[in-house]
């Protein structure tokens, strides 16, 4: 079946990755067979979003296509994520404790609190994943590739001290601007660009979506579709009781607020189109969801154990898979 709006006109799409920690090891899988279909040219991927562990996965992708394609997309992000899975005797042992402290957290227990300026491990916790990064995208080729390709890269971040929405695009995006977007505020310290001071994009868009529309002034250059990869779900089949079920919903809510302004935006745009109150520089633009589920809990956003990130791209790859077949059907 070909997409688009003209027949044999393959569908213009943008990728926007949701952030939610560990948990986007399943973006990573879903990418991987999503790249894999743009590179059939059923797709043309004009974009890639994205907010924390989606904006790793995104940086990634982005990077792999602009500087030897497909595979290499698809080897970068493989390796990224093994080198941020906890693999070694101690960071193994780290990351239990890390763990267990969370789940003691979400059950209500009482935690010591202290600032991430107050700990030396943070300033480890930074070097390791600036170094992770490095080790597998130069980003010094970043602005030559971005000069070079027709896909958008587009990460967010929260300005702490001026409470602003942030956004880092093509050549803009640097190993610290990832890490700003990534930079939950207990456990690191506000990352500093250019005189301004940035938080976990998650305080932001979670993930970008109208910067897709709101560049390109010709309607032909902008998205036919955007697919959300989703990490905190939408729904739940219960009311939450106990304090484990109450601190994870309120973490996806949380998690979803911004998302969901974002959707609302291309909705009232689509509607607005519909109704011919727009000029010709816009055109209407699908939203498609790839879903994590409801099944994980929010501390094991913090877990990092090998075995548990493998079967989270595996699943994202099963459900990637499942919603291309839902396209064609």
């Not at 491990?121 to 390709?149: C, K, Q, W």
């Amino acid at each position: 079946m070909s997409h688009g709006s003209n027949a044999g006109t393959p569908s213009r799409v943008a990728i926007a990755c949701q952030g939610g920690g560990s948990h986007t090891a399943f973006t990573a899988g879903v990418l991987k067979r999503l790249l894999r279909e743009c590179d059939t040219q059923s797709y043309d991927l004009v974009g890639l979003s994205g907010t924390s562990g989606g904006a790793v996965c995104a940086t990634a992708a982005w990077y792999g296509l602009a500087e030897r394609g497909t595979d290499y997309a698809i080897e970068t992000l493989d390796a990224i994520w093994r080198d941020f899975s906890a693999r070694s005797l101690p960071d193994m042992i780290a990351n239990e404790w890390v763990v267990q402290l969370a789940q003691f957290a979400a059950h209500g227990g009482p935690l010591p609190l202290f600032s991430p300026y107050e700990l030396p491990y943070t300033d480890v916790g930074r070097e390791r994943f600036l170094d992770t990064l490095e080790s597998h995208i130069d980003f010094g080729r970043v602005p030559s590739l971005a000069a070079d390709t027709s896909i958008d890269l587009i990460l967010g971040a929260a300005d702490v001290t001026e409470g602003e929405f942030e956004t880092f695009r093509n050549e803009a995006v640097t190993a610290e601007t990832v890490l700003a977007s990534a930079a939950i505020p207990t456990l690191f310290e506000a990352v500093g660009i250019d005189d301004h001071w940035y938080w976990d994009g998650l305080f932001s868009q979670n993930p970008p979506i109208r910067d897709f529309l709101t560049v390109p002034r010709d309607a032909a250059a902008k998205p036919d579709e955007i697919w959300i990869v989703q990490i905190n779900p939408k729904h739940r089949e219960e009311v939450p009781e106990s304090v484990e079920d109450i601190a994870d919903r309120r973490n996806e809510l949380a998690g979803n607020l911004s998302l969901y302004q974002e959707v609302s935006f291309i909705e009232t745009i689509n509607e607005l189109i519909e109704s011919g109150s727009l000029p010709e520089e816009y055109k209407p633009v699908t939203i498609e969801f790839i879903d994590l589920g409801s099944d994980l809990t929010a501390p094991s956003k913090v877990d990092r154990d090998p075995t548990f990130v493998d079967r989270l791209m595996k699943r994202g790859t099963r459900r990637a898979e499942r919603f291309l077949r839902e396209q064609r059907d």
